[in-house]
Every structure is written in C-alpha cells, then in structure tokens.
C-alpha cells in the first residue's frame, strides 16, 4: 500500500497543486486549516507524512505541528514557509518538524523532501519498536539485563513496587540499588510524589538526626533556622534510606518508630508529625552479619527485609556484559556524536573476561571513556584499557596443575608478572581487594615459596 499524506494548506490552488503533484506516488488527503488537519488525522492513523503551511488562518501551522506531534508522536512533518516565516520554521524544527520547504513550492524538490522525511521517519520507528522490544523484555526503568539473576530482580522489582512494602536492597558497589530504588518509585503510585536519598554514612550521629527529622530554631548549637527533614519532604513518596547498615544504635530506634507507626518528633520539639512514606533501603555490606555482631537491630532488620532484592556483583552474571557494554556504547556515542558503532568480538571477550570489581558502575565509566578517546568507527582491543587486558592476557601457568591452594598462587604470580608487579593493579586484576592480596603473599612468603 502507497503512503499516505496530509496536505494542509488554507489555499486551494496550492493544496490541489500538491496533491495532483504527489497522488502517483501517494495517497493524499487535503485539510484547509488546522483543525481540519487534525480530525484527519485521528480519523486516518495510516497518515505518516503531514506537509502544512505556516500561515493559515485559526491556529497556525506551528501550532498545528506541536497538537499533530503530541497526537502522533511520530508522524513526519514538513513545514511550508514563505518569505518572513524562515525565522518560524527554522524554529520549528525543535518541536519536530523535519524539514522546510519554500514557497512557492517547486514540485520536484517536493518529491525528494517527502521521500527522504518518510524513510526518516520509517526508520525511526523502526528503532523505536525495536529498542521497546528490547524494553520489555531485557530492561525495566533503565536497568539492563539478561542473566537469571537479573530477571529474578526484574520479577521482584514488578511485584513489589505498586505495593507499599517496605523494601531492602542488597548488593556489592556500583550494581544498581540506587538505580534499583528510582525503578520501585517509577512503578509506584507514588511515582508523581518526591523521591528523597539520603546517604547515611554520610553523615554522623546530630546530623543524619536533623537531617532525617528536621530541627527546631534552637534544637542544638547549631540550629539557627528552623529545618523540614527529610521524612517530612518524602511526604506522598519515596525515601531511599542509603548505606542503612551505616546508621548509629541510637538512630535505629527512632528509625524503627517511623517503620511502625509512620510518625516521628523534630529534633527539639514534642510535636509529633505523621508522614505518608514509602521506604526503600540499601546495604552494600551483609546486613545480617551487622545483626549477629550487634551493631545492627534485629528487629529493624525484620521491620526493613520485608522485600528482599539482591543484585549480585557483576561478575556472578558475566551474561549481563555484553549487553550492557552495546547499551553504554550507544548511550555514550550519541551523546559524543562521535560515530562509534559497535565493538569487535575478541575486545567484547577481554571485557566479559575481566572480574569487574566496581562492578555496572566501572563497566559504564570504562566505556565512557572508550568511547571518548576513540575516534569512532568499531571499538577494538587496542582500545580496551590496560587493566582489563591485562587480565584477559593472563595464561594459566602450565605448571599450575595440583591443589586449588597452588593453581592460586600460580594466577596470582602471574598477574602481578603481567602488571610489572604493581600490587593494586594486580588486585584489580585478579578481582580481589589489596588485603587479600598481601595476605595471600604474605603466605607465600612465609612458606619461603615465592620465587
Ligand atoms: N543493570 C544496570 N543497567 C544499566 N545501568 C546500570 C545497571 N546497574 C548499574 N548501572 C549503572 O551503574 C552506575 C552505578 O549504579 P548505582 O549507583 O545504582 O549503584 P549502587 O549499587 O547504588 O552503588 P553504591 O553501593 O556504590 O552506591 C549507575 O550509573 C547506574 O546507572
Ligand atoms: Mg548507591
């Protein structure tokens, strides 16, 4: 079936001129003014091309661009400008239109515009319903992922966020809990309302208090204002509760009071305030550890944990990598504009290879910067930086065979070899923390065994 076309023009000879112009190659439709236009439209959703004067009488045809565009978000439009409208439709372009043609209208140059604004558009929708297949089925509120683990996120993600349970995050760094609380918020009934972080191990003892609660002029030494907290300014929202297993004894029980009962004083007042909160909390450190050591309400704990969401290090779901480097490498090409296109099989297996220990975080600033210091076309090996070559480029020692004790010590040995034996290269390397590392060489110390 032919394309079809919206001609709108509030001249007749023009609006017929057009129409004659382009009916071998198209279906057209006429309208005379903008409100014509737009009932057309809705009457015809095969419309893919609308072509409209500026000038017209009623609404003009900037106007009718921005209600056609809100409609239909993804019909082409081209503008038909006469001397002392160029200013207008250039304009225009920034609410969608995609090209402008002078009056009077030359019919061939007519035929080209319209082909080439139709592939365009045809194009674009083709990516839009490409990149929302890819939505629904690998990505939920921007986070990415393909891995039985991240699908089990995806799951929990879904069920829990309409409802207003209380949910706890937990994952090493740079894994997505933050971004994990936005997408619980975004999916909430609360979505419309405020999403309010607070970084607890930001702050000590007086000031996360003040800043939690708010404070009375006068509350403490420095308390010269009065000051909302941050329970107070979640009202009808989300408060994200971050690094929770950073929050001192004494502040846990006041926090748990607000679990409870969804009321709390400001600091130096009796009064007691209600709040309509939702809570989200997140830990990068195993809070059930903090409760057998102590340092941790178990109660709280109970009051927090009532939906449980683990994001595992990146390294525990290798699967995910290649599809988030092919998300990051077109996120941070298009906002460079420097024509990366894609990456090479054998530098994609040095970045699958590689143990990632600030994990998504680290994975989505070394692409960054691949994707800047390179100067486009496919990303390959040489671009991937050293560290993770490195690691990719370590053999396994032949002689590495026997207990698992000495198949360790031969990576380790090896590793260091590879990075000239700078010890936090090869921790990096290795995916294991600098402690671990020297506690291992000091072993191997000890046994008189390095070489
Ligand atoms: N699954 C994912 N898909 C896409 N981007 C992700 C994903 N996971 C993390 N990121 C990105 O990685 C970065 C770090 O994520 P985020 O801040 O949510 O981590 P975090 O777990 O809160 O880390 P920390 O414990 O250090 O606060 C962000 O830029 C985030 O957008
Ligand atoms: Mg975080």
New binding site residues.
């Given amino acids: 079936m032919k394309p079809a076309i919206l001609i709108v023009d509030d001249e007749k000879d023009t609006r017929e001129l057009m129409a004659r112009a382009l009916g071998a190659d198209y279906r057209v439709a006429t309208a005379a003014d903008a409100e014509l236009a737009l009932k057309a439209l809705e009457a015809d959703p095969s419309i893919a091309l609308m072509l409209s004067d500026v000038r017209m009488p009623g609404a003009d045809g900037l106007q009718l661009l921005k209600a056609a565009k809100k409609m239909r978000p993804n019909l082409a439009c081209i503008l038909l400008t006469a001397f002392g409208t160029v200013d207008q439709a250039v304009a225009a372009m920034k609410d969608g239109a995609d090209d402008f043609i002078m009056k009077p209208v030359d019919l061939d140059q007519l035929d080209l515009r319209v082909a080439k604004a139709l592939k365009t558009g045809a194009l674009e929708n083709e990516v839009a319903s490409l990149r929302s297949q890819l939505d629904e089925k690998y990505?939920l509120e921007?986070?990415?992922?393909s891995s039985e683990a991240?699908k089990k996120v995806f799951h929990l993600v879904r069920q829990a966020a309409p409802t207003e349970a209380t949910v706890l995050i937990e994952?090493?760094?740079?894994?997505?809990?933050?971004?994990?609380?936005h997408a619980i918020h975004n999916l909430s009934a609360r979505a419309k309302g405020p999403f309010v972080a607070v970084e607890c191990a930001a702050l000590n003892g007086n000031l996360l208090e003040s800043e939690l609660f708010g404070h009375e002029k006068g509350a403490f030494t420095d308390a010269f204002q009065r000051r909302i907290g941050r329970f107070e300014a979640a009202n009808h929202g989300t408060i994200f509760l971050?690094?929770i297993s950073e929050i001192p004894l004494s502040t846990q029980v006041k926090l748990l009071r607000v679990l409870e009962t969804r009321s709390f004083e400001r600091l130096g007042s009796s009064e007691t305030i209600k709040t309509d909160i939702r809570i989200v909390a997140?830990c990068?450190r195993d809070l059930r550890a903090y409760v057998a050591e102590g340092k941790f309400r178990e109660d709280l704990f109970y009051r927090l944990n009532v939906v449980d969401i683990r994001?595992p290090a990146l390294r525990e779901r290798t699967g995910?990598i290649a599809l988030?480097v092919k998300?990051?490498l077109n996120e941070f090409a298009a906002a460079n504009g420097n024509r990366v296109t894609g990456i090479t099989p054998s530098a994609m297996k040095m970045l699958e290879s590689y143990a990632w220990p600030g994990?998504?975080?680290e994975?989505?600033n070394t692409i960054e910067k691949m994707v800047v210091l390179s100067a486009g076309g496919v990303l390959d090996v040489a671009d991937v930086p050293d560290e993770m070559r490195a690691s990719a480029a370590i053999p396994m020692p032949i002689s590495a065979t026997g207990t698992l004790a000495e198949m360790e010590k031969a990576k380790i040995i090896a590793a260091l070899q590879s990075v000239g034996n700078n010890r936090s290269k090869a921790a990096r390397v290795l995916g294991i923390s600098r402690r671990t590392l020297y506690r291992k060489l000091d072993e191997y110390a000890q046994e008189g065994t390095l070489p």
Avoid: H, Q, W, Y
Avoid at 142 to 145: A, L, V
Avoid at 175 to 180: D, F, P, R, S, W
């Fill in positions: 990505c921007n986070i990415t992922g991240m994952g090493p760094s740079g894994t997505g809990k933050e971004l994990v609380a971050d690094e997140a990068n994001l995910d988030l998300r990051f994990n998504v975080r994975l989505r």
